[in-house]
């Protein structure tokens, strides 16, 4: 009864337009929390982007003269210890933090995937020795490996990035190799093979398309984790060194002034907490856009 | 000669024992020619066709013996890569499930076009235009604008007609259709033979085609092998088969097909009994235990195919 219900609502929507792709940004539209998660993503992003026009003063410059002090009509959120206007270093901070989450997410669903994709699709002894390292990457503490792999390489963005992506290549290559299991004994499969289609071919061509959706959805939600990362990492003083802005950086610097201008941890930090949340937001959105069984049932509940 | 198989045997190594899915089959198929290979589901068709495609996956299955000569050379000798080139290019395989059998996330324009890429070394543009013509002789209307469409904006015999496209596009010596209508409606399954067997033709193309069904032999094939349990028990012309069939479970499944020429009131016959398991099959011929001319000989010892008249071969006791 339920289902017919579902089918008559969807009836307004022309065949034509429902292409796949349309059929996901229509969803991703519906569902508020992902909608919300997008915009704020946007506006980021384009604070990141556009920082030097957006950023009132220079993030460097300083003032001895005004040290830790609250917000004034020329310095919005205050400044910092050494005078630096604080809204600027927060706009600036964007970009390191976001550049950093996005490229450690970029590498490590890179080589995730690609290990993902060989461990599923060969299966047998491959999978096997595939999946017991994997498996041993996921058993070590996050922060004490990174923590280890920062002082080993010294601390800057690269070195962030590169443990960071150390780190978070197992959840794409866990999801991958299941997902690619799956697809792998489906008859298309075997009809490419019977095309003459090489392994490899198979791997790239046939399967990579298939497992997309969840790959996507991982990379959302491991974006958001990876600032996390990366915030907690440079609260504990090895990320990106000063005077280059990080919003853990931020956080860090003004937590020790936490009594006498709040806002100057407040800020970074709250911001760590947006985009983290936007992430989260948006990769459930994105489950539920091209998961088309957790769709239907969103439908429902409405 | 186009195709020879020798003595193909299959087997897959289970927990629950060895399964011998496919056990010495022999047959011969000349250019141009058709064979139907008929048994009901389990006696091993798809499997043996996969064993000359090399489509087997191992574990768990393996071809334990025989050859497969194609063009003169042993398939089963060839590395993988000389087999990637066979398959698609020389010898295409049309599948059962034309709902599953194309990738849902590529256009079926792309998946046209993959083998003619692959195998012709055509570039993007060469491949897009000899797709539209392929879409074009399978009557797909629109073949144009079609070919970006994906699979689930096909109906069944339209993604059946891609499949066959994608089967045709090289030119192959042969082309296996794994039962290619079962899954499609009365009216469209003798449109697509109709249509298979006209393009075929067309190009001098061999066909196998695996099927259940004896009408679409009868129409089709030029000659007819029938399985069961994993064995050829009968190999025939087509016309041989139909005039007189030898073997007691040819005999069964002909009067288990209704005919318009056979009295109202007269039952539709049926084989009594279920096929075997192939991890256990019963002792000499596979069919003794739902035989109606079951004799002691029959359970002892496994019949080996004989010619009882030209081109006609039956592996029974019966006539002894």
Redesign the interface.
């Known amino acids: 009864m339920n289902k017919d219900k579902l089918s008559i609502g969807q009836g307004p929507c022309l065949p034509e337009q429902r292409t796949r792709t349309h059929e996901v940004f229509r969803s991703l539209a519906k569902h508020r929390v992902a909608f919300a998660g997008i915009l704020i993503l946007l506006f980021l992003t384009a604070m990141a982007v556009f920082a030097p026009f957006l950023a009132p003063c220079d993030p460097n410059e300083q003032d001895l003269y005004h040290v830790l002090e609250g917000p004034t009509a020329q310095h919005l959120l205050g400044t910092d210890d050494v005078g630096r206007d604080l809204l600027s270093r927060v706009i600036y901070g964007s970009r390191a933090t976001l550049m950093m989450g996005a490229l450690s997410t970029l590498f490590s669903a890179v080589i995730g995937v690609l290990i993902g994709l060989v461990a599923g699709y060969k299966g047998g002894v491959v999978d096997m020795a595939i999946m017991r390292i994997t498996d041993t990457f996921m058993c070590v503490p996050a922060l004490v490996l990174m923590l280890v792999i920062v002082s080993a390489l010294g601390p800057g963005m690269q070195s962030i990035v590169i443990s960071i992506t150390i780190l978070s290549w197992t959840w794409f290559a866990r999801i991958v190799r299941g997902q690619v299991m799956l697809v792998r004994e489906l008859p298309y499969v075997e009809a490419a093979h019977a095309l003459g289609a090489s392994g490899l071919r198979i791997m790239f061509k046939h399967l990579l398309p298939n497992v997309m959706a969840p790959i996507i959805i991982t990379a959302t939600i491991a974006l958001g984790g990876n600032i996390m990362l990366e915030s907690a990492v440079s609260f504990l003083g090895l990320g990106v060194q000063q005077p280059t802005s990080s919003w853990g950086n931020e956080l860090r610097i003004g937590y020790s002034y936490l009594e006498i201008v709040p806002l100057f941890s407040l800020a970074p930090g709250l911001m760590i907490t947006l985009a983290v949340l936007a992430f989260n937001f948006m990769g459930d959105g994105l489950r539920d856009a091209l998961d088309p069984r957790l769709r239907q049932n969103n439908t429902f509940m409405k | 000669m186009l195709l020879s198989v020798r003595d193909l045997s299959t087997s897959f190594f289970t927990e629950n024992g060895i399964i011998k899915a496919v056990e010495e089959v022999s047959y011969d198929l000349d250019e141009g020619e058709t064979l139907g290979i008929v048994g009901e589901s389990g006696c091993g068709k798809t499997v043996s066709a996969l064993s000359i495609?090399r489509?087997i996956p191992f574990?768990p299955g393996k071809i334990v013996k025989g050859e497969v000569i194609f063009e003169g050379r042993d398939l089963l000798k060839l590395s993988e890569?000389e087999?990637?080139?066979?398959?698609?290019?020389q010898i295409?395989?049309i599948?059962?499930?034309p709902m599953?059998?194309?990738?849902?996330?590529?256009t079926i324009g792309y998946q046209v076009m993959?083998?003619l890429m692959?195998?012709k070394g055509m570039g993007r543009k060469a491949a897009q235009g000899d797709c539209i013509e392929l879409l074009k002789d399978v009557q797909i209307p629109d073949a144009k604008a079609r070919a970006g469409a994906?699979p689930h904006e096909f109906s069944g015999g339209m993604r059946q007609r891609a499949?066959i496209a994608?089967g045709l596009s090289c030119n192959p010596k042969l082309i296996i259709a794994d039962e290619p209508t079962t899954a499609l409606d009365v009216t469209i399954q003798a449109e697509l033979l109709e249509l298979m067997k006209d393009l075929t033709r067309g190009i001098g193309t061999a066909l196998i085609i695996i099927t259940h069904n004896l009408g679409v032999v009868a129409r089709y094939a030029d000659k007819v092998i029938v399985m069961y349990a994993g064995r050829i028990i009968e190999k025939a012309l087509t016309m041989d088969i139909y005039r007189k069939p030898r073997h007691p479970y040819t005999i069964g499944l002909m009067e288990s097909v209704p005919r318009l020429d056979q009295d109202i009131k007269q039952k539709l016959l049926s084989i009594e009994g279920q096929p075997p398991d192939l991890a256990c099959l019963p002792s000499g011929c596979a069919f003794h235990p739902r035989c109606r001319y079951v004799t002691d000989k029959c359970s002892q010892v496994t019949p080996e195919l004989r010619e009882v008249s030209d081109n006609h071969e039956v592996a029974c006791w019966i006539g002894d």
């Open positions: 495609m489509l574990p890569d087999m990637c080139d066979i398959r698609g290019n295409a395989m599948f059962q499930e599953t059998s194309l990738n849902p996330v590529l993959e083998p692959l195998h994906y499949m994608m």
